[in-house]
């Protein structure tokens, strides 16, 4: 399976095969607490409704990046957002390719900074792609922070149409895929699980 890159796994078996992964589907935030956007991001949110949006552009750029700008905002702008950068890791195995998103505790906009702790990942209508794509992404970030020295013990990524939101979990060599999908209509909900992987992340880079 050479010449591979991130667009071109199309389900998470193949994924699974791939990189020697086991799959399990769980309930990743059963205990999370909703968090109340702000009037800023909701208004953003009924003008993208208004305008519209029918390709992956439009859902990325009107509903995807107000939603990623506010989790920014809400943690006083102490994570980089990468927008449709490559993350080349090994071509070989197929671990390169666009991302849509990346998030990191990183500084620096030139380059890709480690840490990075979240993927997300924007298609039109087609959820699973999505979700095999961000995970094969995934594990291309376990690769990446390993390399500058970083090993968190969880990775998450999520895929997403804009307005439904597909969550997962890479630990190791197992993938946990939550098995609810959290929609643009509970969007404090949605806000406080971005905030859960945000803090819980920057307290295990803090603890080691």
Request: contains cysteine.
């Amino acid at each position: 399976m050479a010449n591979l890159s991130y667009s071109k796994f199309k389900s998470l078996k193949q994924v699974a095969t791939q990189f020697g992964l086991k799959l399990k589907g769980v309930d990743l935030f059963e205990e999370v607490e909703a968090i109340v956007p702000s009037d800023y991001l909701l208004r953003n949110i009924e003008v993208a409704h208004k305008l519209r949006y029918g390709s992956e552009k439009e859902r990325s750029e009107r509903l995807v990046a107000p939603i990623l700008a506010e989790l920014s905002r809400m943690n006083d702008y102490d994570l980089t957002i990468y927008a449709g950068r490559e993350l080349n890791v090994n071509p070989e195995r197929g671990l390169n390719g666009e991302c849509d998103y990346l998030l990191s505790f990183g500084k620096i906009m030139e380059i890709i900074e480690a840490p990075i702790f979240t993927a997300v990942e924007a298609k039109k209508n087609d959820q699973d792609y999505g979700t095999a794509q961000c995970a094969a992404q995934l594990v291309g970030v376990q690769k990446y922070n390993q390399q500058e020295g970083f090993d968190f013990p969880s990775l998450h990524g999520c895929s997403t149409t804009g307005t439904d939101w597909k969550f997962m979990r890479l630990s190791g060599d197992r993938l946990f895929i939550d098995n609810n999908v959290y929609l643009i209509e509970q969007l404090p909900k949605l806000m406080g699980v971005l905030q859960h992987l945000v803090v819980t992340s920057k307290n295990t880079l803090v603890s080691e």
